[in-house]
């Protein structure tokens, strides 16, 4: 496999965030442009990759995990948790995770 994947999983019940937005963004335009756009489904995954791996080529990119409208609290930190990555080898696949909490988020690659 590869491409770019995802998912997204509540760190504060242990949960998949289903319903997140989250968009694929092309940093090599000015403006970015936006390449993808998906919602999460019940596990916290996208239905499909963000990028197919027939699509993938070396480049920097960010996705936007938009989670203030998952979470709808006073205490969120950030509406959208941004993360910029590159793809160095356009033949591996790049999984970026997302760990929140309404006021704690990370990621790292995943497998």
Same mark, same amino acid.
């Given at each position: ?7 997204? $999983?509540?760190?504060?019940? #242990?949960?998949?965030?289903? !319903?997140? %937005?989250?968009? $694929? *963004?092309? $940093? ?7 390449? =993808? @756009?998906? /919602?999460? @489904?019940?596990? !916290? ?8 791996? %027939? =699509?993938?080529?070396? !480049?920097?990119?960010? $996705? /936007?995990?938009?989670? !203030?409208? *998952? ?7 950030t509406e959208v948790v941004p993360v910029r990555f590159r793809l160095f080898d356009a033949k591996q696949h790049y999984h970026v995770p997302m760990l929140c909490a309404p006021w ?5 690659? #995943?497998?």
């Open positions: 496999m590869t491409g770019i994947t995802t998912h997204v $999983l509540d760190i504060h019940t #242990g949960r998949p965030m289903g !319903g997140v %937005q989250v968009e $694929l *963004y092309d $940093l090599a335009s000015d403006p970015p442009a936006r390449i =993808a @756009n998906a /919602r999460t @489904n019940a596990d !916290g995954r996208t239905d499909t990759p963000m990028l197919p791996g %027939q =699509a993938a080529r070396a !480049g920097h990119f960010e $996705l /936007r995990f938009h989670v !203030g409208d *998952y979470f709808k609290s006073a205490d969120v930190l704690y988020f990370s990621t790292y690659r #995943g497998s």
